[in-house]
């Protein structure tokens, strides 16, 4: 999958699940449950262990599935994970040298940066989408807003307590995608092995963005038809 197909994928869905686990048995379960209740998009921090491995077996054996790296801090990382068929790398924070390296490689890469000045410094590295984390914490949505009001130009990821409560409120103030671990995967559901439950909430979280979305194209109606 190019560069471009995955960034536009993630862009379509809107959503990137975070799978942080503390085995390779449970972010595999986790992986399968994500997309069977329909969002093909999947990141597996490489807290996990045995990341790179499942990251591998994961992109051979689940073909329709997108499969990202995260938490990747540097280039030799970041190595290991482009040769295991990782799609797309991301991290909390922003590192010039392995993002670079992505973009040279044509891996579409979503560094983490949280101030203006980190977003700006993240995006002329030639970065893809820039995930504001945690963002939740400093603002939220109206962060993000703000943040676009300035930046129109810089297509963000919202990340870093992203919930039922305000997932739209990101898509509505212009995130492109949300970045979302245990309240789109619990914790307990994994433990209980409880796919149904993750099933109900991805429909969930893929409404909420759906919804999002509809309200800004009608907000963009009213606007030109003011003009």
Request: aromatic share 4%; net charge positive; glycine share 8%.
């Amino acid at each position: 999958m190019k560069r471009e197909e995955v960034c536009a994928r993630i862009r379509e869905i809107g959503i990137i699940p975070a799978i942080r686990v503390s085995s390779a048995d449970d972010a595999h379960f986790a992986a399968e449950a994500v997309a069977k209740g329909g969002i093909p998009i999947v990141e597996i921090t490489l807290t996990v262990p045995g990341a790179i491995k499942l990251i591998s077996h994961l992109v051979h054996h689940h073909p329709k599935l997108m499969v990202g790296a995260g938490t990747v801090l540097d280039t030799d990382t970041a190595r290991q994970c482009i040769e295991a068929g990782a799609h797309f790398l991301t991290s909390p924070a922003f590192d010039r040298a392995t993002t670079e390296f992505a973009a040279k490689e044509s891996i579409a890469v979503l560094p983490g940066a949280l101030t203006p000045t980190e977003i700006v410094t993240a995006w002329r590295a030639s970065c893809d989408l820039v995930k504001v984390f945690p963002c939740a914490h400093v603002g939220g949505d109206t962060y993000i807003k703000a943040i676009k009001a300035a930046l129109p130009q810089i297509p963000l990821v919202a990340a870093g307590g992203v919930n039922q409560q305000n997932a739209a409120a990101f898509i509505f103030a212009g995130a492109e995608a949300l970045g979302i671990g245990t309240q789109l995967i619990p914790t307990e559901s994994i433990e209980r092995r409880q796919a149904k439950r993750i099933h109900e909430l991805a429909q969930r979280f893929l409404g909420f963005v759906k919804d999002a979305r509809s309200r800004l194209e009608l907000q963009k109606d009213r606007v030109a038809a003011t003009k």
